[in-house]
């Protein structure tokens, strides 16, 4: 599923009902919707293109009554802009518990602990006090014991037929409408200092590598 080619991809795809759960007695692979990836997107079985953009979240508890109703009328003409009643478009909103990747931070804590070790006079308790607090790091982040709250949308291109054409269609297209996207939401809610990210292929593996097995049991 995760390293397959084009055309093995291609030959593949299926247009048939997504995959049912049989009491777990079928493999991770038969049970998933997910046939492969195709540069920076994710091939479903039921024939589509899916594209994810990360969004920064507003907290809502810092704003007043006029500036919360002011957010909802720019939200909801940006929704009215993407899914009017003549648009076939969908949107799908995800909130994820991501564990949160310490590693440039456990490595600036090793560099501090280094320097201060080849001081001409370490401070020999800040040492062990600085040892401790990267060991105690790294065994969260092993156990993925720190998660933060990942806010994703989710959109979706139809790939019209099994050639290499059509799925090479269907990636143009989805990456315009991942572009036109990302910037209407910004302009929509720019007094909000909201940025957008659209997912590169390694992001949305972890994405899917995280609820497939969160806690890395």
Not at 103 to 111: F, G, S
Request: charged content about 30%; some cysteine.
């Amino acid at each position: 599923m995760f390293g397959r080619s084009k055309n093995t991809l291609i030959n593949e795809l299926d247009w048939q009902a997504i995959p049912s759960l049989e009491k777990g007695n079928q493999s991770l692979e038969e049970m998933s919707l997910v046939i492969g990836y195709y540069d920076n997107y994710t091939i479903t079985k039921s024939g589509h293109l899916i594209g994810l953009i990360s969004v920064t979240g507003i907290n809502l508890d810092l704003l007043s009554k006029v500036e919360l109703e002011d957010l909802f009328a720019d939200y909801n003409a940006f929704l009215m802009a993407s899914l009017g009643s003549n648009s076939d478009e969908v949107h799908q909103y995800v909130d994820l518990p991501i564990p949160v990747d310490m590693t440039d931070y456990i490595r600036h804590e090793k560099k501090r602990l280094i320097d201060e070790m080849e001081k001409e006079n370490p401070n020999v308790f800040k040492i062990q006090l600085m040892a401790s607090y990267i060991f105690e790091h790294e065994k969260k982040q092993a156990k993925k014991g720190m998660a933060t709250k990942k806010h994703l949308l989710a959109l979706k291109v139809k790939i019209s037929d099994q050639s290499e054409e059509a799925l090479n269609q269907a990636q143009a297209e989805m990456t315009d409408k991942l572009n036109q996207t990302k910037k209407d939401l910004e302009d929509s809610l720019a007094d909000y200092d909201i940025t957008c990210h659209i997912l590169s292929n390694t992001e949305t593996r972890e994405i899917h590598k995280n609820i497939i097995n969160f806690n890395g049991k």
